[in-house]
């Protein structure tokens, strides 16, 4: 009786250990496939914002409030312009090469700037609602930009007339006000939660003081409001490569750090355990992050949302994985604001609008519907 029970037993742990061998297969196998679905899905994504990016470069090149012109002659005069470096160039040629080029060039950087930055911070805080201007970074970058205007401050080795002393008075202030964040965060215990609330604070200092000086400048308030809601009218060449090259070169560099974010993400105490220093990480991703976002408003202003939402819904299509994450943000900002500033300077020619309202307008109901279909299963 004692065998027979012993070999009954025997059985029936073998049939379980069959079927937890099974069970683990088949959950191994279920995210080989969900991993498999992911690269697919970022495969499509990246080929989609890629195709659409051309496009709206296209459209870009060929149609503004200064006319329209065929893309096949749009793409010829640029080429030829480029060809001839920019000299001894006809009317077409002209138009093209110094006013359209630069500015869907500037586009693509600030798109895929922004978005990059609000990715990191989302990361770094983790929370959902965390964008590019969460270290007051927009308040203290417009309170200097608008103080410029307002009195005519200056800065050493810069003109008063320079076409670089707003930009730099927009990056010193943004700057300043990231190192006062960073400074009451950190004097408060360097949680998510006192980098949210101390760049909320630091962010209504700034704000305050941006007000006084718009009611000092009312002879110049339309240009103030101009940059404080984000345009690229005044890109040249002469500033484009500052917008460009940097911020498109800090968005690339900081994919080295994907799967630092992925550690980082899963918590601090367990990214401890795996030998990550975690403050140190913080710290340079929070530096890195606000230096992008200083350098992609200090030439064509404040414009919300992108870094918000593109994130969001690169999550929400992608998952956690930041090695996923941050390259599709880079192609879905560039279109985003690809478009919106087509949007911007064609919608109701001859006026220009704010490109931070479009990129609202046009973002909103998109990531309204993603949020509604996927809201269940995304975490944030």
Known sequence: MENEEETRMKRLMSKAKKGLDGLKKDMEDA???????????????????????????LISISISSGGVIPVSEALSAM?????????????????????RLPRAMAAIGVGAGLSVAGCMYQAIIRNPLVDPYITGVSSGAGC????????????????????????AAA???????????????????????NYILSGVIVGFAFASVQTIFLSLAKDNLTNIMWW??????????????????????????AMVWAREFNLFMMGEEQAK?????????????????????AVCVAFVGIIGFVGLVVPHACRMALGGDHRLVMPASIVIGAMLMLFADLVARTAMIPYELPVGAITAMVGTPVFAWMLIKKGREYDG
Request: proline residues 2%; glycine residues 12%; neutral net charge.
């Open 31 to 57: 995210d080989e496939s969900e991993i498999s679905r992911k690269k697919r899905r970022f495969a499509v994504i990246c080929v989609f914002g890629i195709i659409m990016s051309v496009i709206a470069f």
């Open 228 to 253: 404080l809601y984000g345009s690229f009218a005044n890109i040249t060449w002469e500033n484009a490569w500052i917008v460009f090259v940097p911020s498109l070169g800090i968005s690339v560099a």
């Open 273 to 293: 355990q795996l030998g990550m220093n975690v403050k140190l990480f913080k710290r340079t991703m929070m530096i890195v992050a606000s230096v992008l976002t």
């Open 144 to 167: 200097f930009a608008v103080s410029i205007v307002a009195v005519g401050l200056s800065f050493p080795f810069i003109g008063s007339g320079s076409l670089y002393l707003i930009p």
């Open 79 to 99: 080429f030829s312009a480029i060809g001839k470096g920019g000299e001894n160039l006809d009317v077409v040629e002209l138009y093209i090469y110094q006013a």
């Open 171 to 193: 990056v010193i202030g943004g700057l300043i006000a990231f190192g006062a964040t960073m400074t009451v965060a950190e004097g408060a215990g360097g949680s998510a939660t």
